[in-house]
Nanobody, 116 residues
Framework: QVQLVESGGGLVQPGGSLRLSCIAS????????MDWYRQAPGKGRELVGT????????KYADSVKDRFTISRDNTKNTVYLQLNSLKQEDTAVYYC?????????WGQGTQVTVSS
């Protein structure tokens, strides 16, 4: 079955960095684009960015552009989200997602807390 397992979240000070990882299994990972989402307390889930199947194309939400970077290693079935210059408003649960048609598979999420 499809599994997406995120890791790498934690507590970081404003201005700090984290790298999130998402290991995928149960489908042909290298054939599909992947997304990262986040959900802050009391808010809806927000698309952070997306990466094409081979990693050549990435797109980002305006709120994270130039601070976050999505990459992937298809040999490891892993997609990454590098978070730099973190702000308190980046505090959220971060999810990787596999969008396939009208269906989306989600990981369990990893908490990122930005606080001094």
């Amino acid at each position: 079955q499809v599994q997406l397992v995120e890791s790498g979240g934690g507590l970081v000070q404003p201005g700090g960095s984290l790298r999130l990882s998402c290991i995928a299994s149960g489908f042909s990972f290298s054939h599909w684009a992947m997304d990262w989402y986040r959900q802050a307390p009391g808010k809806g889930r927000e698309l952070v960015g997306t990466i094409s199947s081979r990693g050549r194309v990435t797109k980002y939400a305006d709120s994270v552009k130039d601070r976050f970077t999505i990459s992937r290693d298809n040999t490891k079935n892993t997609v990454y989200l590098q978070l730099n210059s973190l702000k308190q408003e980046d505090t959220a649960v971060y999810y990787c997602a596999w969008p396939i048609g009208s269906q989306v598979y989600w990981g369990q999420g990893t908490q990122v807390t930005v606080s001094s």
